[in-house]
């Protein structure tokens, strides 16, 4: 499966910053599994669910800003981690069969599979049969930064919309 979540579907939690995405993506509805997160500010960081792995990395932004990008998961579900990287030619990345990948872009003029056109913030979700390579391209000369969460399932791991 594969979600594009532009960065005004992102939700805003008092204290524990933006949700990008999680798994179940509605609180107490199933089995809590992952999230990722863009934290309140630099300096904090919103409570953990007990027992929680967590992953960070610092995304920058087109404008220069600087934002904390968090993964967290139950040690049962998945193992996070939080990859950034400046894309300024085409380049390819790879996921395995048992792993979600969340690419959230930094700033506009990334464009992933030829088709998806990725702004300042929007996320793109893959998981299940998607293609396991993914192409991207950087539209501009100067390129763009992208945080790369992978969610490496530790059983079927999946995401719950």
């Known amino acids: 499966m594969r979600l594009l979540l532009r960065a005004n579907a992102h939700r805003t939690q008092a ?3 933006t949700e990008v995405a999680a798994s179940p993506d509605t609180h107490g509805r199933e089995r809590w599994q992952w999230d990722v997160r863009l934290a309140p500010d630099a300096g904090s960081q919103a409570a953990e669910p007990d027992g929680a792995l967590v992953a960070s990395g610092e995304l920058r932004l087109a404008d220069g800003k600087a934002l904390q990008v968090v993964a967290r ?27 979600v990948m969340v690419l959230l872009s930094g700033g506009p003029g990334l464009l992933v599979e030829g088709r998806h056109h990725l702004g300042r913030l929007d996320a793109l979700i893959l998981e299940g049969d998607d293609p396991f390579s993914v192409p991207l391209e950087a539209e501009g000369a100067e390129g763009t930064e992208l945080a790369v969460i992978r969610l490496k399932g530790l059983a079927a791991l999946g995401w719950v919309p």
């Open 73 to 99: 998961s139950a040690p049962e579900a998945a193992v996070p981690s939080v990859e950034i990287h400046h894309v300024r030619a085409r380049t390819e990345l790879t996921r395995e069969l048992q792993e």
């Open 15 to 17: 204290g524990e910053g």
